[in-house]
């Protein structure tokens, strides 16, 4: 089945050290997203790539950075992460501005 | 501005009673509009989705939803509900504006299902 892959799962990091979460789709969407969720909070858009351009939100904190090799594969990267950064993370795709399909999303814990 | 509306943060409904989920939205034009659902630690999935034409739409699970332009909500509904469908459920909104589109989620309603 086609789908929305993100790992790992969980991800456990030491508070200013750096962490990388992995998404990956079988759809061939040209649109990936990723989204920062706290506990009991709607998703938040940190950014998107729409083909090979990066959009950043406007509120995105410099500390969050995204890589996108190809079509299939897109990373975030965060630099220094503090205790607030602790979420969900979730990778979506889309074929243009279609509806979003989302991965099963990534649980950060910063100690 | 652009924004989405859910006025219900929680809901309990008895398993087999009808349901009903409120969202509107504010923007100039009509936007593209999206119902998903939301287990504990898992992603969201795809309920339903509306970008012209008839205006009731269906999705999966027996879910519903019917846009209304002169009321600008998009409310969702399934006549019966059942045990597994306590979930989160999220409307959001896809729309272009100022040269961009934004993809915009309400702030979720919590439902809960009475045995």
């Known amino acids: 089945d086609a789908m929305v892959i993100q790992n790992p799962r969980y991800q456990v990091t030491q508070f200013g050290k750096p962490v990388t979460l992995s998404c990956s789709q079988t759809?061939?969407?040209?649109?990936m997203y990723w989204y920062q969720q706290k506990s009991s909070q709607a998703p938040k858009l940190l950014f998107h790539?729409?083909?090979?351009?990066?959009?950043n939100e406007a509120d995105t904190p410099d500390n969050f950075q995204s890589r996108r090799p190809n079509t299939s594969f897109c990373f975030l990267d965060i630099r220094s992460p503090g205790l607030g950064d602790a979420a969900m993370y979730l990778c979506?795709?889309?074929?243009?501005?279609?509806?979003?399909?989302f991965g099963p999303g990534t649980r950060l814990t910063v100690l | 501005a652009q924004s989405v509306t859910q006025p219900d943060i929680h809901i309990t409904v008895s398993e087999g009673a009808s349901l009903e989920l409120r969202c509107n939205y504010s923007?100039?034009?009509?936007?593209?509009l999206f119902w998903y659902v939301q287990s504990p630690g898992q992603g969201l999935q795809l309920l339903l989705k509306y970008f012209s034409g008839d205006t009731l739409v269906q999705g999966i699970k027996g879910f519903e939803a019917e846009f209304k332009r002169s009321q600008s909500s998009f409310n969702l509904r399934k006549p019966s509900v059942h045990w597994s469908d306590a979930a989160e459920y999220f409307c959001a909104v896809g729309a272009f504006g100022s040269g961009t589109y934004k993809y915009i989620f309400g702030t979720g309603t919590r439902l809960k299902v009475l045995a």
């Open positions: 790539y729409y083909d090979k351009d990066f959009n």
């Open positions: 759809l061939n969407h040209n649109v």
């Open positions: 979506a795709t889309s074929r243009d501005w279609g509806e979003q399909f």
């Open positions: 923007y100039g034009a009509t936007p593209y």
